[in-house]
């Protein structure tokens, strides 16, 4: 079975609780009906695809957003746990700006952080950001950093997810994908602790 046909036998399952229900003019109607549904999204799909469909040869590319300065506490310990050693760092503000929006970052966030048995580390952060005028932006971002043995350079990326209010200039969040960049600058005497995180959404 090709893919499209797989697709389309997936589409198949999905309508059984339609037409499982009602008495038969019903049935043949409503199965009629997501079955001009279904036809109408797999004929848009194709259409968005490039070239021949192999997304192995794609190259993604992405659209700066911002950079946020997000300043933390010191980390809350819990230990080792049965998922490898966890932490807690708490967010307690900053700034964000970009081309196209800037505003603040909420305090009262946090960061839950795990090291886990393989030595890599995961990032679970969640925060508020405030437009500069006057929205607020729910920020998701999941991060992964490997340390290569031997002093390769680490790998530290993410996947951000935003949700932003509908009907606020900045709806258009809710309707991409985003990946960040995360860093650590030194500190400059008496400096807050702070990371640097950039937003980049892939077109």
């Known amino acids: 079975m090709n893919r499209h046909s ?11 609780p339609i037409i499982a229900c009602g008495d038969r003019k019903d049935r ?17 799909f194709a259409a968005a695809q490039l070239g021949d469909g192999q ?11 911002w950079d946020a300065k997000v300043t933390i506490a010191e980390g809350i310990m819990l230990g080792e746990s049965k998922r490898g050693w966890r932490r807690i760092v708490p967010i307690t503000g ?37 437009t500069h005028d006057g929205h607020l932006i729910q920020v998701i971002n999941r991060v992964l950093m490997h340390f290569p043995p031997g002093g ?8 951000i997810d935003l949700e932003a209010p509908l009907g606020s200039p900045y709806e258009y969040l809710n309707h991409a ?7 650590q600058p030194a500190l400059e005497p008496g400096e807050e602790p702070y990371v640097v995180i950039g937003v980049y959404k892939v077109l």
């Open 6 to 16: 797989s697709s389309l036998a997936t589409g198949a399952l999905l309508l059984l």
């Open 28 to 44: 043949l109607g409503a199965y009629d009906l997501a079955a001009q549904e279904m036809a109408a999204f797999h004929s848009a």
């Open 55 to 65: 997304t192995s040869e794609r190259v993604f590319e992405t659209e700066h957003v």
């Open 94 to 130: 900053g700034t964000f700006a970009g081309p196209n929006i800037r505003g603040e970052v909420v305090p009262g966030g946090e960061d839950w952080q795990l090291t886990r048995p393989d030595g890599d580390t995961e990032l679970y952060a969640r925060y508020l950001l405030r």
């Open 152 to 159: 390769d350079s680490a790998y530290i990326r993410s996947v």
């Open 177 to 183: 994908i985003f990946l960040g960049t995360l860093d």
